[in-house]
């Protein structure tokens, strides 16, 4: 969440600027401008720059980390759980804010997320685990209609209902999107054990197995599960935060090959 993911001994300004000293070439000036810049595009006035996370309201602090997350302008996005502990009107307003700017910037977005009926909003389209295993996807609307897996069918059956009728276009998709033929994400075969230490009966347990998709240009594929079914292990992998047990992860179709995660190159987490 975005109250775990600031520093709360920096200010709004730091933590921005941080990013493109880091990893840009932007400094001094041409920083301050970038970071004004970044402020603007998520709806926060420049006078909040130097006001510290514990200063801003949890709406705010989560478009301050979509500002971090957009600083050096990336192709290709993971969101997990981004919306975690929001009241349902900051939600609706941050996931507004974040199609509003993937139409704007153009940038494609893996959306993890436990919530299925938020996800059917605004996904192109959308993937189903359960127990490690990918285990349905589909075009969003399919999806809603019931699936074609018995597990799919029972998620669908379990999505509380609302009195009344539901507004529309509260988050519009595009009337046409032109996918391409090149993913920029792709999956093959990815699984991930991880081993328990113990003395006496040291076992195996197989958190992600054998997942393969791929993510176009331009989309929004939501990754939706129950909690332990693999979402978050699946983001840690594609970003080399952990290393897979097994499977290969093409971006933009090559393949970032690591032995351990501290090596991954700069380059590959910019991307």
Same mark, same amino acid.
């Given at each position: ?96 804010? %974040? =199609?509003? !700017?993937?139409? #704007?910037? *153009?940038?494609?977005?893996?959306? $993890? ?5 938020? &996800? ?99 989309? %929004? =594929?939501? !990754?939706?599960? #129950?909690? *332990?079914?693999?979402?978050?292990? $699946? ?5 080399? &935060? ?30």
């Amino acid at each position: 969440s975005a109250l775990n993911a600031l520093n709360p001994v920096l200010t709004v300004r730091e933590q921005i600027e941080d990013v493109l000293k880091e990893h840009s070439d932007l400094k001094g000036k041409a920083a301050e401008d970038r970071t004004k810049e970044l402020l603007s595009l998520i709806d926060i006035d420049v006078s909040r720059l130097d006001s510290y996370p514990h200063q801003l309201s949890g709406g705010m602090k989560q478009r301050v980390v979509i500002a971090i997350a957009l600083a050096l302008m990336p192709p290709f996005i993971i969101m997990d759980e981004p919306t975690t502990a929001l009241d349902v009107i900051v939600e609706r307003e941050i996931l507004a804010k %974040i =199609i509003e !700017l993937r139409k #704007e910037l *153009g940038f494609t977005i893996l959306f $993890i997320t436990h919530d299925l009926n938020l &996800l059917l909003e605004f996904a192109d389209r959308v993937a189903i685990m359960k127990n490690g295993r990918l285990v349905e996807l589909d075009k969003a609307q399919k999806i809603r209609s019931g699936g074609k897996h018995d597990y799919t069918q029972k998620l669908i059956r379990s999505l509380p209902s609302a009195s009344g009728p539901r507004e529309k276009g509260l988050l519009p998709r595009p009337e046409s999107l032109d996918l391409g033929e090149q993913p920029i994400l792709e999956v093959q075969n990815l699984s991930k054990s991880f081993h328990d230490s113990g003395i006496f009966n040291p076992r195996s347990i197989d958190v992600v197995k054998n997942v393969s998709f791929q993510v176009f240009p331009g989309e %929004i =594929i939501g !990754l939706v599960g #129950e909690s *332990g079914s693999g979402k978050s292990t $699946i983001a840690k992998l594609i970003t080399r &935060l952990i290393r897979p047990t097994s499977g290969d992860i093409f971006l933009k179709g090559s393949n970032k090959k690591v032995s351990e995660a501290r090596r991954v190159p700069l380059e590959y987490r910019k991307q």
